[in-house]
């Protein structure tokens, strides 16, 4: 006797950003049976079935903690920490202004007081960004997106870690070019 097909089930929780208006709304996008869910909350009307569509007709895209369901050719965004973005914001306006307001001819302890708080900012959004890493895996990331893969959706993951790649390659690369441009120009 064969045994049955055992589809994998998984859930991931967050919100979904509601690109017309702005507003994230809690959801929860399922994988269970092949079918893939999304359930939206809101206030007034509770929990609303969104879509439900097999896992073969989702593409399935995902960097650091968002998740987005294309269905359609209609994109889903859902973030496991949306908090993390407006956090992160409010770090790099902080880190902003404190370089304007000490930027210039200070004496040395104003200075120092901003690298220590360029540190520190720095840190923060390092600590956010591991908030929001924590964040996907607790609300079950990691195991959607393979349940999902194994349903026979189309699955892209773009992760911390090649982000944080992209990100040095990139400075590697224009610091490069800088010393080539004047190396270039000093001959």
Not at 129 to 147: D, I, K, P, V
Not at 153 to 182: D, E, N, P, Q, T
């Amino acid at each position: 006797m064969a045994m049955p097909i055992q589809h994998p089930h998984a859930v991931f929780s967050g919100a979904w950003g509601d690109t017309t208006t702005g507003a994230w709304y809690p959801a929860q996008a399922v994988v269970s049976a092949g079918i893939v869910t999304l359930w939206i909350g809101s206030a007034a009307a509770g929990w609303t079935q969104h879509f439900s569509v097999p896992a073969r007709e989702v593409t399935v895209k995902s960097a650091a903690q968002r998740i987005t369901l294309v269905v359609g050719g209609r994109s889903y965004p859902i973030l496991a920490d949306p908090g993390a973005v407006s956090r992160a914001l409010g770090f790099t306006s902080m880190g902003i202004v404190g370089g304007v307001a000490h930027h210039g001819h200070r004496p040395y302890r104003y200075r120092r007081y901003r690298r220590g708080s360029g540190a520190a900012w720095d840190v923060a959004r390092g600590v956010n960004q591991a908030a929001a890493a924590y964040a996907f895996n607790a609300r079950g990331g990691g195991e959607f997106l393979s349940a999902v893969r194994a349903s026979g959706a189309r699955v892209s993951r773009l992760g911390y870690g090649a982000i944080a790649a992209i990100g040095c390659g990139s400075a590697v690369l224009v610091v490069f070019v800088v010393v080539a441009l004047a190396v270039a120009l000093s001959v």
